[in-house]
Each structure stands twice: as structure tokens, then as C-alpha cells.
């Protein structure tokens, strides 16, 4: 299985930035897809930024040229630098990593989420 640890969230003021990190440890030469999500009270949770093990990233609309997802295969750990940060970037933001399995069935894992607050 795969585990993760997700942490750099906090309060911020609108235009501020923050860095989140997770950490994925047990069986992590599996996972081929890590991601960021966030979900807002009375919201459901969407997309934020992903990530493939060799690199590719993908990014919503609506944080485009703002955030950068990055990786450190080495620690096992990918980041989300968020900058400019907007109030309705307020959120709670979750890791995610996808683990292959036979017969084309992926297992999805979540981290415990980090609380990201953009407010004046």
C-alpha cells in the first residue's frame, strides 16, 4: 500500500504564496500518477495539478501560470508552489497517487488534506 503525508498549508493574505509538499511512503515504485486536489465547503472536490512518473504535468484553468507542480522521485515527494494567491483558492487541498493493479484496476490513494486560507 501507499501512504501519504501532506503538509505547508496555513493562513495567507490574497497575492501571498504557499508551498505544499506530500510525501508518499510504502509502495511507491508502484505509483505512475500524483496530484493535487482541493475541495471548498459545499463543494465537490476538483483538480488542481498532477503529475506522471516521468514528468508531465497538467493543470485546471483557473490556477494556470500561478501554481507549478514539481516531484522529487529521490524522496518520493511531489509540491505545489501556489503564488498569487486568490480567496477563492481557499480550500482544503489533498495529495493523491494512483497505484496500477492487475486487470487494468488502479488504486486511488488519498492524503489527510492541509487547509489553505487566503484571506485579508
Known amino acids: 500500500q501507499v501512504q501519504l503525508v501532506e503538509s505547508g498549508g496555513g493562513l495567507v493574505q490574497p497575492g501571498g504564496s504557499l508551498r505544499l509538499s506530500c510525501t508518499a511512503s510504502?509502495?511507491?515504485?508502484?505509483?505512475?500518477?500524483m496530484g493535487w486536489y482541493r475541495q471548498a465547503p459545499g463543494k465537490q472536490r476538483e483538480l488542481v495539478a498532477d503529475?506522471?512518473?516521468?514528468?508531465?504535468?497538467n493543470y485546471a484553468d483557473p490556477v494556470k501560470g500561478r501554481f507549478t507542480i514539481s516531484r522529487d522521485n529521490g524522496k518520493n515527494t511531489i509540491f505545489l508552489q501556489m503564488n498569487n494567491l486568490k480567496p477563492e483558492d481557499t480550500a482544503v487541498y489533498y495529495c493523491?497517487?494512483?497505484?496500477?493493479?492487475?486487470?487494468?484496476?488502479?488504486?486511488?490513494?488519498w492524503g489527510q488534506g492541509t487547509q489553505v486560507t487566503v484571506s485579508s
Open positions: 503529475i506522471t512518473s516521468d514528468g508531465d504535468t
Open positions: 493523491n497517487a494512483d497505484e496500477p493493479r492487475p486487470a487494468g484496476a488502479v488504486n486511488y490513494y
Open positions: 510504502g509502495s511507491v515504485y508502484r505509483i505512475y500518477y
